[in-house]
């Protein structure tokens, strides 16, 4: 299973508390596993203000201000992944928004805003308090 926790996973994070940057947080974490991070995205398609509103409510709830969505390889949350649960965790309680690329993708034409993917859409349509577009699109709204 990929980024599973291993016999480093304490000595992991005991180093990333001591680390006193965030450019130094994301510089040992692509050390530890290279391939999780894939990508630093500024806003989500306009269409979906739910994801907004999340971000923003979640934010607010660690007084910080919204930084960046944060796209990453996989979310696994069991105990086996505590290290890139901890990463996540604080990411997100400094401003970014952690997403795995299962869930979400780029806008296929200016690749700058972040929409879910189709099966996430599906699941998120059948809502009735959320407002979505009617159908899924791989563009966002900027680029139509």
Same mark, same amino acid.
């Given at each position: 299973?990929?980024?599973?926790?291993?016999?480093?996973?304490?000595?992991?994070?005991?180093?990333?508390?001591?680390?006193?940057?965030?450019?130094?947080?994301?510089?040992?974490?692509?050390?530890?596993?290279?391939?999780?991070?894939?990508?630093?995205?500024?806003?989500?398609?306009?269409?979906?203000?739910?994801?907004?509103?999340?971000?923003?409510?979640?934010?607010?709830?660690?007084?910080?201000?919204?930084?960046?969505?944060?796209?990453?390889?996989?979310?696994?949350?069991?105990?086996?992944?505590?290290?890139?649960?901890?990463?996540?965790?604080?990411?997100?309680?400094?401003?970014?928004?952690?997403?795995?690329?299962?869930?979400?993708?780029?806008?296929?034409?200016?690749?700058?805003?972040?929409? $879910?993917?189709?099966?996430?859409?599906?699941?998120?349509?059948?809502?009735?308090?959320?407002?979505? $577009?009617?159908?899924?699109?791989?563009?966002?709204?900027?680029?139509?």
């Amino acid at each position: 299973m990929k980024y599973k926790d291993n016999s480093k996973t304490h000595e992991h994070l005991e180093n990333i508390k001591k680390l006193p940057t965030l450019g130094e947080i994301y510089n040992y974490v692509n050390s530890v596993f290279p391939t999780w991070m894939i990508g630093f995205y500024d806003n989500y398609c306009p269409n979906y203000t739910y994801f907004n509103q999340n971000w923003e409510n979640i934010c607010k709830q660690n007084n910080t201000t919204k930084k960046q969505i944060l796209i990453v390889d996989d979310m696994i949350f069991d105990d086996n992944h505590t290290f890139i649960r901890t990463i996540s965790e604080i990411f997100t309680r400094l401003g970014f928004c952690v997403r795995s690329k299962q869930e979400f993708i780029l806008c296929e034409k200016c690749y700058k805003s972040v929409l $879910p993917c189709k099966t996430l859409y599906d699941v998120i349509k059948i809502k009735e308090d959320l407002t979505i $577009p009617n159908n899924w699109s791989n563009i966002c709204a900027n680029c139509i």
